[in-house]
């Protein structure tokens, strides 16, 4: 039996569907900043200069509350055997399975490059989703602060962002998300899967645990920041008798409002994923399946608007009355305004008011 890869999720590359594409040759500018700390490395991560000239991608999608989302990472090192965007890394003639958390392109000039988008006349001031695709806290990010950096220009500008993250160390920037809460221009969302720290470890080996999730809602929350949970994905047959447990617990500690996405297998996540459950839970394997395929029309996934977020069905309806139900026994999306858009300046964002 092959030796199991410790601290990532999938245990393999796949092959890439976009095989002629490859990878432009890129100089390793990033050494000094290969994260070390807390996790085994059997399989060291890279990190390559990102020479992308935007850094604000339009969604299309009308699942999404946000016309306009920011990723300042591709790839991402948490390594989440379920995350949908991996396909993407086939994009850049990388694998979507170990390449997706071993190869990280960094977008060192992404505040640069927001300033510019904002100070377009053409700009219409909006929410921005961040991030839409990788997480913006991924662990590189404490060594680069281009997260920071970037919440920086969405406050000199007073542009509103939605941010969400499986990390905890968003709480580092907790003085400028309450500047930016000041002015009614941020919402933070934590996503939690499950509470099963052995599960979480499993299935999202790089992410802050279930308790540090619950805290930094907690800490969010008493620093007057809107916050609240992402309770995705659902894993039908694994994580979805957690729904109520986790609303109440993220409600306890301060949450305000909460969303569910159901699980999504896109291109080759369907493998990858397939690949883990087997391995890592072989008696209930064959149920989950049965269950994804069942909310998504007889599929592994349905890419369809209005469905693939949420499933169909009489087991994605029986999660969806389970989830309105906790969130109303546990007073969550009670009140949820808009964020401002009256706020944005364009002219001196750097001069700060007199008053």
Same mark, same amino acid.
């Given at each position: 039996m092959e030796e199991k890869i410790r601290g990532r999720g999938s245990q393999f590359n796949l092959k890439n569907r976009f095989e002629k594409l490859s990878l432009h040759d890129i100089t390793h500018e990033l050494d000094e900043y290969f994260d070390t700390e807390d996790f085994?490395?059997?399989?060291?991560?890279?990190?390559?200069?990102? *020479? /992308?000239?935007?850094? +604000?991608? &339009?969604?299309?999608?009308?699942?999404?509350?946000?016309?306009?989302?920011?990723?300042?990472?591709?790839?991402?090192?948490?390594?989440?055997?379920?995350?949908?965007?991996?396909p993407t890394h086939e994009y850049l003639g990388f694998s979507p399975g170990l390449d997706?958390?071993?190869?990280?392109?960094?977008?060192?000039?992404?505040?640069?490059?927001?300033?510019?988008?904002?100070?377009k006349k053409c700009w219409i001031p909006q929410t921005?989703?961040?991030?839409?695709?990788?997480?913006?806290?991924?662990?590189?990010?404490?060594?680069l602060e281009i997260t920071r950096k970037c919440l920086?220009?969405?406050?000199?500008?007073?542009?509103?962002?939605?941010?969400?993250?499986?990390?905890?160390?968003?709480?580092r920037d907790t003085d400028i998300l309450k500047r930016l809460s000041e002015l009614n221009l941020v919402?933070?969302? *934590? /996503?939690?899967?499950? +509470?099963? &720290?052995?599960l979480q470890r499993r299935m999202e080996p790089r992410t802050s645990t279930p308790s540090q999730r619950l805290k930094t809602i907690e800490f969010l929350s008493g620093s007057e920041i809107p916050t609240g949970v992402n309770v995705a994905p659902i894993?039908?047959?694994?994580?979805?008798?957690?729904?109520?447990?986790?609303?109440?617990n993220a409600s306890g500690c301060g949450a305000q409002f909460a969303a569910y996405v159901m699980l999504r297998l896109p291109f080759s996540t369907k493998e990858l994923f397939t690949d883990w459950l087997g391995?890592?839970?072989?008696?209930?394997?064959?149920?989950?399946?049965?269950?994804?395929?069942?909310?998504?029309?007889?599929?592994?996934?349905?890419?369809?608007?209005?469905?693939?977020?949420?499933?169909?069905?009489?087991?994605?309806?029986?999660?969806?009355?389970?989830f309105e139900f906790n969130c109303n026994k546990t007073g969550l999306n009670k009140n949820k305004s808009p964020l401002s858009?009256?706020?944005?300046?364009?002219e001196n964002p750097d001069q700060e008011s007199l008053f």
């Open positions: 085994e490395r059997a399989v060291k991560t890279e990190f390559f200069n990102d *020479i /992308s000239n935007s850094v +604000l991608t &339009k969604n299309e999608s009308p699942d999404l509350g946000a016309g306009y989302s920011i990723n300042p990472y591709r790839g991402c090192e948490h390594g989440c055997i379920y995350c949908y965007a991996r997706f958390e071993t190869k990280i392109m960094v977008k060192r000039n992404a505040p640069e490059l927001l300033k510019k988008e904002f100070l921005v989703f961040f991030s839409g695709n990788t997480d913006c806290y991924q662990p590189i990010e404490k060594q920086e220009i969405f406050l000199k500008f007073r542009n509103p962002v939605a941010v969400i993250t499986k990390n905890a160390l968003i709480r919402r933070v969302i *934590i /996503s939690i899967t499950t +509470l099963n &720290k052995d894993i039908p047959g694994l994580t979805d008798e957690e729904i109520p447990e986790i609303l109440k391995r890592e839970f072989p008696d209930r394997a064959k149920k989950v399946i049965n269950r994804v395929t069942e909310i998504h029309g007889g599929k592994l996934y349905n890419s369809e608007f209005g469905r693939r977020l949420t499933g169909e069905g009489n087991w994605a309806e029986a999660v969806k009355k389970i858009k009256d706020l944005f300046r364009r």
